[in-house]
Structures are given as C-alpha cells and as structure tokens.
C-alpha cells in the first residue's frame, strides 16, 4: 500500500512563502498522479495542484496559479508545492495524495474522491 507523509506546513504573514513536501512510498507502478489538496473546516476539501508522474503534466486550481507551483523528484517518489504571495484564505490544511493511473491518461484528477491514498495532512495558517 502507499503511504503518504508531507511536511513543511507552518505559521507565515500574508505574502510569505512556504514550500510543502510530500514522500509517498510503496508505489508498484510509475504511472501514477500526486496531487495537493486543502480544507478548511466546515468546507469541502479543494484541488490545489496535480503533477502526473509520466508525462509531467501539472495542473493548478485558478485561485493559486501563479502564486503555487507543483515540481517533483521522480527519483525519491516525492511533489513539492512551492506557494508563494501566500493570502489569509490560503489557510487550510494541506493534504498530499495519489492513485494510480493509466499510461495514457488525460484526465484532470483534482477531485479527491478520485484519490486512493492520502497522507496526515499538514497546517497552514496566514495572518494577515
């Protein structure tokens, strides 16, 4: 089974950066998504940011593009969600995911139900 950890959440002021880690192990096939996810309470969980691990397609909700930016190290199983000009309605915990795919998959994946692993989740708070 896969298993998820991130890292990197934390307290910042509105316009900081963080950069969120994700590791995921135990994957039998290199075709696979890993996406970002957030929720806040009494909300439902929203899409952030996908990165398909074969061709390297990655996708961004239209409230972060531009300000978050997935990248990957296919080497160590790993997404990284680089976000920047953080704003207070970014607070949220941050959630890592993945499941597999198909080789030539054209699918968006930024609903979590579509997701089959995920990790503990991670905080993010901005003050603003």
């Known amino acids: 089974e896969v298993q998820i950890v991130e890292s990197g959440g934390g307290f910042v002021q509105s316009g900081g950066s963080l950069r969120l880690s994700c590791v995921a192990s135990g994957f039998t096939s290199d075709s696979y998504v890993m996406g970002w996810f957030r929720q806040v309470p009494g909300k439902e969980r929203e899409g952030v940011a996908c990165f398909k691990s074969l061709d390297g397609q990655k996708y961004y909700a239209e409230s972060v593009k531009g300000r978050f930016y997935i990248s990957s190290d296919n080497t160590k199983n790993s997404v990284y969600l680089q976000m920047n000009n953080l704003h207070p309605d970014d607070t949220a915990v941050y959630y890592c995911?993945?499941?597999?795919?198909?080789?030539?998959?054209?699918?968006?994946?930024?609903?979590?139900?579509?997701?089959?692993?995920w990790g503990q989740g991670t905080q993010v708070t901005v003050s603003s």
């Open positions: 995911a993945a499941k597999y795919i198909y080789r030539y998959d054209t699918l968006l994946h930024m609903n979590d139900y579509e997701y089959d692993f």
